[in-house]
């Protein structure tokens, strides 16, 4: 027990002194950022992204009639100067929102940047496009009349 308390502490303590270590940020305008001060912001914050996303939206009818819903994750990244780049699917549920958020994504206007230490940088940005099925689904009614 004594000596997974150690080995814990020990990584702990690798981990901070790795993430507390100087950074150079004199040549970093063409690195891509995964961790940074300040996230990239949509314009108007994030209930104005849902909004964006939920105006846009056009439900896939392969999803609408298979009662298809969930969230598709979508990955891209931003520019120094806002732009919107590179989006791919991390997660998928099929039906076509896949390709519906990607379509989303590219309609994107401009962001506000990330920053680190200050600078500004190009990030990578997760969000996640939520397919309400609820709203949208298309249940197939089969009909059989009995004959008399």
């Known amino acids: 027990m004594k000596k997974a308390l150690l080995i814990g502490a020990a990584l702990l303590l690798l981990a901070t002194t790795a993430s507390a270590q100087n950074v150079d940020t004199a040549n970093h305008s063409d690195e891509l950022f995964v961790e940074y ?36 994750y979508v990955q891209f990244e931003v520019d120094t100067d806002g732009t919107v780049q590179n989006p791919k699917i991390l997660r ?32 990578t940005f997760n969000v996640p496009i939520f397919f309400d099925k609820k709203k949208h689904c298309i249940p197939l009614i089969h009909y059989d009349p009995i004959e008399p």
């Open 92 to 123: 998928d549920i099929g039906g076509g929102c896949g390709e519906e958020a990607l379509r989303i994504v590219r309609l994107m206007p401009k962001w506000k940047p990330g920053r680190f230490y200050g600078k500004v940088v190009k990030t």
């Open 37 to 72: 001060e300040e996230d990239p912001e949509f314009p108007g914050g994030l209930e104005a992204l849902h909004k964006f996303i939920e105006e846009n939206m056009q439900y896939p009818q392969i999803a609408a009639e298979n009662c298809i819903g969930g969230r598709v």
